[in-house]
């Protein structure tokens, strides 16, 4: 299990700290996830070895609630875009995409947990903290779970969209969508909007 710890001192001595203490060693599973602390952190597992995200920054909320959006706005009624769910690829591999989408009647029937083979795209925004995982690991792992598309979102590169498409047991591209110009999907439907819109403030 996993407990946070206070240590003590006073005003004197040293600072109040605080530290999360997550018993046991890897791997990980994810039945030991659903004992860890709700402290603010996303803990993901990749091969039982634990990825922790801190909380995003202003920044990257804004990207995802744009982007959520835009997309729902633009999706049949049969689908919906949804944030930070979890996804299930085995016992010891789990991720929490930033943005998936899904059927909506799948969704009837989920209580915790997705299955990749739910999801129709999945799309992570990047941040200095998740650079390596995002570019890399998840590129492979939805890949190798049969997720149709994924996304990569850049929001220091203006934004850019990185568009992932499965050819195979792998993903073909990606193909760069710059700020300024047209990003422009058909599938999973049919979409299109200026990347630069992610970052822009509504004043």
């Known amino acids: ?4 710890e206070p240590k003590t001192g006073t005003a004197a001595e040293e600072p109040t700290t605080r530290r999360t203490v997550l018993y046991g060693a890897p791997p990980f599973t994810v039945d030991d996830l659903l004992k860890f602390p709700d402290d603010g952190n996303r803990y993901e597992l990749f091969n039982g070895s634990l990825i922790v995200s801190p909380a995003p920054t202003p920044q990257h909320q804004r990207v995802i609630t744009r982007l959520v959006h835009i ?18 690829f085995s016992n010891e591999n789990f991720y929490i995409p930033d943005i998936v989408v899904v059927p909506e009647e799948v969704s009837e029937g989920v209580d915790l947990m997705y299955s990749p083979r739910d999801l129709l795209l999945a799309i992570e925004v990047v941040s200095p903290s998740s650079k390596a995982v995002d570019r890399a690991v998840k590129v492979e792992a939805y890949a190798e779970a049969g ?57």
Not at 71 to 88: F, I
């Open 71 to 88: 997309l729902q706005g633009a999706a049949p009624p049969v689908l919906e875009c949804l944030t930070t769910v979890n996804v299930r």
């Open 147 to 203: 997720v149709p598309f994924y996304w990569r979102v850049e929001p220091m590169e203006g934004p850019t969209i990185y568009v992932y498409e499965l050819d195979g047991n792998s993903y073909a591209g990606p193909v760069a969508y710059k700020a300024g110009g047209i990003f422009s999907m058909t599938t999973p439907f049919q979409v299109s909007f200026d990347p630069g819109e992610l970052v822009r403030l509504r004043a």
């Open 1 to 4: 299990m996993a407990t946070i």
